[in-house]
């Protein structure tokens, strides 16, 4: 897929984020890079081997005072490669994409990795049977 269009896919799962959470998301930059550099993987705690699909850099939002002065955007990074190893079509790889905005906006709001990985099982489908 080309750069252009998995950068709709992600445009895409940002739009699907409910409007009371995108209205709190101020001073944040959303990028796609292609794969995550050595010091990304150092930085998320990515044990050898394993890769990123997303990284939260900055700031959350519980950590804020009205007292801070201008500071520079928080970032989240979502990584295209990883998500195409990964999917098995391009409908994962939507779920796939979707799934990881989520993910790291709830870091943005100050949700610690168990806290957001227990939200996410709550926010699957259960499945029949």
């Not at 794969?35 to 900055?58: D, I």
């Not at 009205?66 to 409908?91: C, K, N, W, Y």
């Not at 949700?111 to 049977?129: K, S, Y």
Request: glycine content about 6%; overall charge positive.
């Amino acid at each position: 897929m080309g750069p252009d269009e998995f950068d709709r896919l992600v445009a895409e799962a940002y739009a699907r984020i409910p409007a009371r959470f995108r209205r709190r998301l101020c001073n944040l930059a959303l990028v796609v890079e292609q794969e995550p550099s050595a010091e990304q993987l150092v930085q998320a705690g990515t044990r050898r081997g394993a890769t990123l699909l997303g990284l939260y850099q900055g700031r959350p939002l519980t950590e804020r005072s009205v007292f801070e002065s201008f500071r520079m955007p928080d970032r989240i990074t979502i990584f295209q490669g990883p998500h195409e190893r990964l999917a098995r079509d391009l409908a994962h790889l939507r779920k796939l994409v979707e799934d990881t905005v989520w993910h790291e906006v709830a870091h943005y709001f100050g949700m610690d990795e168990p806290r957001v990985r227990a939200a996410e099982r709550r926010r699957r489908p259960r499945r029949a049977g």
